[in-house]
């Protein structure tokens, strides 16, 4: 499965962006939410980008005012994740310029196109910007 | 492009845009979402909406879900929305309902026929999104309804659609193998596909299937190593390039995938040295990226057959790692210590200090992940200190999922390399004080076995110590306020057993401290039950050994109050011990033997005593039983619900979900048990019962809910002696059992001085004021064992620990040390290779397509000994032509209705066959440590020594437990 979901949230703690890859009700992903921000919002800069979290990792990156989570099986390359968020980032930075969070929370749907470009059933299926961004660019010319 | 929108956004959209983003507090966010979700509600059943304006409706729906709040209301309109025409729109819809609906959802088939009709778009963007939804809204069910029409777009002209759709079958791979078991050779095909990400997506599906099925795929090995070559030569377009590293997510698929094929495999590895040389040489060790790709090489030399050089390499990545100053890389490099670790133990010594600075990290992620490794490395001699260091640990957390994990690894451990018994059961009280219940009753059961049945070497000295010092140890506990209910129920039943077995404490007292316990836990039954349990059998060992009882006020009031407990099973319990005590001795002897917690229940499994009744019951005219395989109705029945399900979406591959129930089927059950176990305990109805609840308390062991059921099954197998660490709750690997019985006879020898070290430098290291010297010391406990021989006998590689054995079984070291240096000393010279490699390099034109090289190479799979292929051989290509044919012939015929039953079946059998081959291997692992169970020469041997040196077995001989558990 590789990738549970991707989290968007500020330093307030407020989702900006949700994706899960596996079924979750209302109520457990407001848990989850919850939980796992309060975790991550703790920790200070030195320390490690990775925390386990029940059966289950989450690798975070924080830009500025948002925080970037990804949680992923024990088995996931961390290290790997962690630049896949900084993929995603310079994925919408080219697309938005200088991408910043009202960005994301003005074009919700754009930065969801993405994600849906690079990664399908939690696994990360394409890496090069020019062809996670096409399909979006092409879109947009149409309507 | 600005970021306040302006996209034809609508000033009530940028409004609640805004206000969203301003809002301070959760519950300040919540006030704007009710009255959003009031104002939606309204307006989207308008009439004669915009489509503009509904799509930011469906929008503004998704924001409320995302903030926690329900928008069922609006579901519908996303619905609708994916029929638009617009694309936009329609993608938006798309969206929305994958964001809102989980597969299951009633809604979903009112989109099935949709998605059916926007995969024969023209437009593929338009595909593209129908195909994303797949991936997400597609259930068991429906597969049928869109199989066909996405294996077509496997061969569409757009690269982007062909991603889709193999991701697709992916999720059909994942939701319901079975369905697409005869397509799984598409997967072949589309690795070596001409656009370079329709093949990084195959990886995906293709690393699923290969850690199902290893064998099936080793062709493809060579594949695999060329494409990584061509990826880390920077083949690929430089679009897949992150910060100067080429293609690097497709790299380290490729590596998961590679370590999977080439594990225990020594032919594939040595295709791989090369190639994963090269990587390690190139790998930026500046850059994230670089180290991530660094790391999974790493994962991957330790995952395949050894080659010193790169293990070497990978070693000295590690102490990059660990050096660094980034607790990302020494996070990293921790858990990439911890798997070459099980290769190179000696490895971890050269590391110590950075290792004991990351255990003393505040971090709590780096803390753990140290806690992991020390796990890995827990040898006889160190354990003390890990151990220590884990349940100071375990106490200091609040994490009840870390706390149970921890606590589990702390059993563990202790029962396999407990250098004494008071030691282990001190450890044991300290795990269940702390972790409570959250410790798995089956360790509880485990602790209750091992007491009971001792060291099994009949050694009745070393048992009743053990039992003694554990009677000593809970009666001191058991004064202590709120300890954990699984605790208590140790403590009773020990006490129960064995309270006055030493004759060291009256009846009595015990019985006093029981009920107590009984009064101070009163609402847990359980407790109870144990409680009377313990002391009916105290009573009853009082009035075998003919001494006078004299029942205890409170214990009687006790009798008295269970006797009237709602509870039936207190209520037996109680009034069977009332009975007990009016009996002489000769009737309670027979009822209650003294000790007879190990002797063996017979179980008749085919319920014979029955036979009887059952006969008795046919000739008054009863129906005789049908067993459920025999009940041909059921099945009809559930086959007719298939089809009503799948006559709807499509009728075409209807045979398939046909065959599905037939696997559920249970294929021979000659007796049902379900409904006969209850019976089994109770066959006479008079007082034997009562020998039965006394000595089935450990026969519940390892059973855990499922008792009954458990207990009708290989009964002789949980009770015997040998398969008694087979049983342990704990996940032990194999080897590590194995190492516990090799290692057990050389370090009788010399485990006395290195103990005596360890114990010694740690009692030594909490006087220190000094932090270095602390932390040396910890250091030498936890690494420094007492002499090289001794570290690697307790590495938990199994080789080593056969070598371990030739020390002392001379009968055995032959064949062990055989296959014991053979793994070392027969690792390919590297450098050949690697000017192979160099070769193959320089001749392959550059100007070639590589893809087209790749063609060429899943033919040249079949003739693995020809790693030399530079250049695409035009003489191939006749062969890959007719390569293709087949595949695509197979790949129509998944398509079509008729051909379909031989082409699966065969895919099948073939996978089965497969599959039944490796689990032969795992199989016969599994088995090996029964074979290595006590040796009973060993134990005599070691009883000998024992008495030469005339010294008591448990302070000098550390290893009872090993052996006891080996």
Not at chain 1, 12 to 21: E, I, V, W
Not at chain 2, 75 to 86: G, L, P, R, W
Not at chain 2, 549 to 574: F, G, K, M, N, Y
Not at chain 2, 924 to 935: H, I, R
Request: with cysteine.
């Amino acid at each position: 499965m590789g990738i549970r979901f991707i989290l968007m949230v500020n330093k307030q703690g407020q989702t900006r962006l949700a994706q899960y890859y596996e079924y979750l009700t209302l109520e457990e992903r407001r848990a989850l939410e919850g939980e796992i921000v309060r975790k991550c919002l703790a920790r200070t800069e030195q320390q490690c980008s990775f925390v386990e979290h029940r059966n289950y990792k989450i690798v975070y990156r924080r830009y500025a005012s948002l925080f970037f989570l990804v949680g992923v099986d024990n088995d996931e390359n961390e290290l790997a994740i962690l630049e896949f968020i900084h993929l995603l980032v310079e994925t919408m930075d080219r697309h938005f310029g200088n991408v910043c969070e009202l960005d994301i929370m003005f074009h919700l749907e754009k930065a969801h196109f993405m994600l849906e470009e690079m990664v399908m059933n939690g696994c990360i299926v394409e890496t090069s910007k020019a062809n996670i961004l096409a399909p979006i660019q092409l879109m947009e010319k149409s309507s | 492009m600005g970021s306040q929108g302006g996209f034809g956004q609508s000033k009530e959209f940028l409004d609640l845009v805004k206000s969203i983003g301003e809002a301070r507090s959760k519950s300040e966010e919540d006030r704007i979402i009710l009255s959003e979700i009031e104002t939606l509600k309204r307006r989207i059943v308008e009439p004669d909406i915009p489509k503009r304006k509904m799509k930011e409706y469906i929008i503004r729906l998704v924001y409320v879900e995302m903030l926690g709040h329900d928008a069922s209301f609006g579901y519908i309109h996303a619905v609708k929305m994916t029929h638009d025409d617009s694309l936009l729109l329609k993608r938006t819809g798309y969206l929305a309902v994958t964001l809102f609906l989980n597969e299951d959802h009633d809604l979903i088939i009112l989109i099935v026929n949709t998605i059916q009709k926007d995969l024969k778009s023209d437009n593929y963007l338009v595909v593209c999104a129908a195909l994303n939804a797949v991936c997400r809204l597609i259930n068991e069910e429906t597969i049928p309804a869109v199989l066909p029409q996405v294996v077509e777009l496997l061969g569409h002209a757009k690269e982007a659609v062909r991603k889709k759709a193999i991701m697709a079958l992916h999720r059909f791979y994942q939701k319901s193998p079975a369905s697409v078991l005869h397509l799984i050779s598409n997967f072949r095909k589309t690795l070596c596909d001409k656009d370079p990400g329709v093949m990084g997506a195959t990886l995906c599906p293709l690393f699923d299937i290969v850690t199902i099925d290893v064998n099936s795929y080793k062709d493809l090995v060579i594949s695999f190593i060329s494409i990584l070559k061509q990826v880390a030569e920077r083949r690929l377009p430089k679009s897949y390039d992150y910060h100067q590293m080429p293609a690097p997510f497709i790299q380290i698929k490729l590596l998961k995938i590679l370590a999977l094929l080439g594990s225990g495999d020594k032919q594939a590895s040595e295709q791989m040295y090369t190639v994963l040389g090269d990587i390690f040489r190139k790998c930026d060790t500046l850059s994230n990226i670089g180290n991530a790709v660094l790391y999974e090489c790493i994962c991957c030399v330790s995952c395949i057959y050894p080659n010193t050089k790169l293990l070497e390499a990978a070693a000295e990545a590690i102490s990059k790692f660990l050096k660094s100053e980034s607790h990302n890389l020494k996070y990293m490099g921790i858990d990439a210590l911890g798997r070459l670790i099980k290769i190179s133990p000696d490895i971890a010594e050269q590391h110590q200090l950075a290792v004991i600075d990351c255990l003393e990290d505040p971090d709590d992620t780096l803390k753990r992940k140290t806690f992991e490794l020390l796990y890995k490395m827990t040898k006889s001699s160190n354990v003390e200190v890990i151990v220590d260091r884990m349940i100071d640990y375990m106490i200091s957390i609040n994490d009840n999922h870390y706390k149970t994990e921890i606590a589990s690894r702390c059993v563990e451990l202790a029962e396999q390399f407990a250098p004494s018994n008071h030691w282990f059961i001190q450890t044991m009280n300290k795990v269940f004080e702390h972790a409570g219940d959250l410790v798995n009753i089956k360790v509880a059961h485990n602790l209750m076995r091992l007491i009971a049945e001792g060291f099994g070497e009949d050694d009745d000295t070393a048992d009743s110590q053990l039992r003694s010092s554990a009677v000593e140890s809970y009666l001191c506990i058991i004064g202590e306020p709120k300890l954990p209910s699984v605790f208590l129920q140790v403590i009773c039943w020990v006490l129960g057993e064995y309270g006055t077995a030493d004759g060291k404490y009256s009846a009595s007292y015990i019985t006093g401290k029981l009920c107590d316990v009984a009064e101070a836990y009163s609402n847990d039954e359980t407790v109870k039950a144990y409680a009377i349990t313990a002391l009916m059998k105290l009573y009853a060992y009082e009035i075998a050994a003919g001494r006078e009882v004299d029942i205890l006020p409170e214990c009687q009031s006790l009798i008295e109050e269970l006797s009237a407990s709602h509870s039936t099973d207190l209520q037996q319990r109680a009034y069977e011990l009332q009975t007990l005590i009016g009996l002489d001795a000769r009737a309670v002897v027979c009822v209650m033997p003294s000790d007879a917690s190990c002797e063996d229940i017979e179980i008749d499994k085919s319920l014979s005593f029955l036979n009887h009744y059952v006969q008795e019951s046919l000739e008054k005219g009863a129906q005789p039983y049908i067993p459920e395989s025999a009940r041909t109705g059921m099945l009809n029945i559930s086959s007719f619900r298939n089809e009503d399900h799948h006559e709807v979406p499509m009728h075409g591959l209807r045979f398939e979900a046909y065959e599905l129930p037939q696997p559920v089927v249970p294929s021979k059950s000659p007796v049902s048990y379900t409904p006969s176990t209850e019976l089994v305990p109770v066959p006479e109805p008079s007082y034997s019962r009562e020998i039965h609840t006394s000595t089935a308390v450990p026969s519940i062991s390892n059973s855990g809910s499922t008792e009954l059921k458990l207990r009708l099954d290989g009964v002789q197998k949980k009770w015997g002696r040998p398969s008694y660490s087979s049983g342990s709750t704990s996940t032990l690997e194999s080897s590590s059992q194995k190492t516990v019985n090799g290692s057990a006879q050389t370090e009788s020898v010399s485990t006395s001085t290195s103990r005596a070290q360890a114990t010694s430098s740690f009692d030594l290291k909490k006087p220190q004021v000094e932090i270095s010297e602390e932390k040396q010391r910890l250091a030498a406990s936890l690494f420094g064992g007492p002499s090289k021989t001794d570290k690697r006998l307790t590495s938990s590689s199994h080789k080593v620990v056969k070598s371990s054995s030739h020390t002392t079984e001379k009968p055995h070291i032959a064949k062990a040390a055989d296959t014991a240096l053979e793994k070392p000393t027969t690792v390919q010279p590297p450098p050949d290779l690697l000017d192979l490699g160099e070769t193959t390099v320089t001749s392959s034109a550059p100007s070639i397509d590589p893809f087209k090289q790749l063609e060429g190479l899943l033919d040249q799979g079949e003739n693995v000994s020809a790693p030399n292929h530079g250049a695409v051989n035009a003489s191939k290509a006749p062969d890959i032509m007719s390569l293709y044919v087949e595949i695509a012939a197979s790949g129509q015929s998944g398509g079509a209705v008729n051909s379909v039953p031989t082409n699966g079946d065969d895919m099948l059998s073939g996978l089965s066959g497969q599959s039944i081959r490796t689990a032969s291997p795992g199989g016969a692992a599994g088995s090996s440590p029964l074979s290595k169970g006590p040796n009973l020469k060993d134990a005599l041997e070691k009883d000998a020594l024992v008495r030469q040196m005339g010294v008591t077995p448990t302070s000098q001989n550390p290893n009872l437990f090993k052996d006891l558990l080996g």
